[in-house]
């Protein structure tokens, strides 16, 4: 079974992209087929892939808007095992211009499901809304990943977030579930990171993942190089975490076959 896992949380910054990027990267590395949709306008997760957004032919926008098929906007990144749905600014018009469309929350499920047989994990970066491009990857996903951020508001807009979920699950899609939740940017010599991480646990039970994610400037100097963690500087603390990451998604994935 192919896991599809929105990387999902409305708060700007607190580490989507980077977890979407480099979590693929070792997930490929490990022998996992992988597929990256990047579904934020902005496209960091595009670029952290190293594609110039200015030169794509296709992208998630033609997906949604224009009908074109799924395969078509697929891009090898040049890596091993794995794929890409890149994405540029012309996806904000998205959101607008599929006020009418019919059945407009799942027109992402419908593309997934033409080719999810070919991955073993398929990623959707999410961008920091709860709109109709979350709803979208919500509706095609088997499961979501929220990073948290390590800091005094984490939980702030979390319970906002999973009455989200659960309004998707009872009229979207029944079977969508909590992954995993991260913590990220997590610095262990303040007293206020360890106690968000106790609260995190305290609201997400054994659903937070044992890999703690750091604050590691390696992390956030890899995509304006294009690379991934993987690439740029795996022996670094950071590069340590994502493939602990990877290893942790893999072994609770067989879990949960
Ligand atoms: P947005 O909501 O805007 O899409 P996001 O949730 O995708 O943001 P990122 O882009 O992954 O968040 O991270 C925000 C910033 O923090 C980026 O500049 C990134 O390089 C940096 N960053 C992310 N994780 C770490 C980390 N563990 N250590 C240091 N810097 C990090
Ligand atoms: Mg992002």
């Known amino acids: 079974m192919t896991n599809v896992i929105s990387i999902v949380n409305q708060k700007g910054g607190v580490g989507k992209t980077t977890t979407t990027v480099n979590l693929s990267a070792f997930l490929a590395q490990l022998g996992k087929k992988v597929l990256v949709i990047d579904l934020d306008p902005q496209g960091n997760a595009t670029s952290g892939y190293g594609f110039d957004k200015r030169k794509l032919d296709t992208s998630v926008y033609d997906l949604l808007v224009n009908e074109v098929p ?18 540029n600014i012309n996806l904000a018009g998205a959101e607008v211009e599929l006020v009418s469309a019919m059945s407009r929350e799942t027109i992402l499920k419908r593309a997934v499901d033409t080719i999810s047989h070919n991955y073993d994990f398929i990623l959707i970066d999410c961008p920091p809304s709860l709109g109709l491009l979350t709803l ?3 509706a095609a996903s088997s499961d979501v990943i929220v990073p948290i951020q390590g800091e005094y508001y984490a939980l702030e807009g979390l319970t906002q977030l999973v009455d989200t979920i659960n309004l998707v699950r009872k009229h979207l899609n029944p079977t969508i579930g909590i992954f995993g939740v991260v913590i990220t940017m997590f610095d262990g010599r303040t007293q206020l990171t360890r106690q968000v991480t106790e609260e995190v646990k305290k609201y997400f ?3 937070v993942f044992d890999t703690v994610i750091p604050r590691n400037v390696r992390l956030a100097e890899a995509p304006s190089f294009g690379k991934t963690i993987a690439e740029y500087d795996p ?12 290893q942790e998604v893999i072994s609770r994935a067989k879990r949960t076959e």
């Open 70 to 87: 799924i395969a078509d906007v697929i891009r090898s990144t040049n890596r091993e095992n794995i794929d890409m749905c890149p994405t």
């Open 235 to 246: 022996k670094s603390r950071g590069g340590h975490a994502y493939i602990e990451l990877a």
């Open 205 to 207: 039970g054994d659903k």
């Open 136 to 138: 979208n990857a919500l």
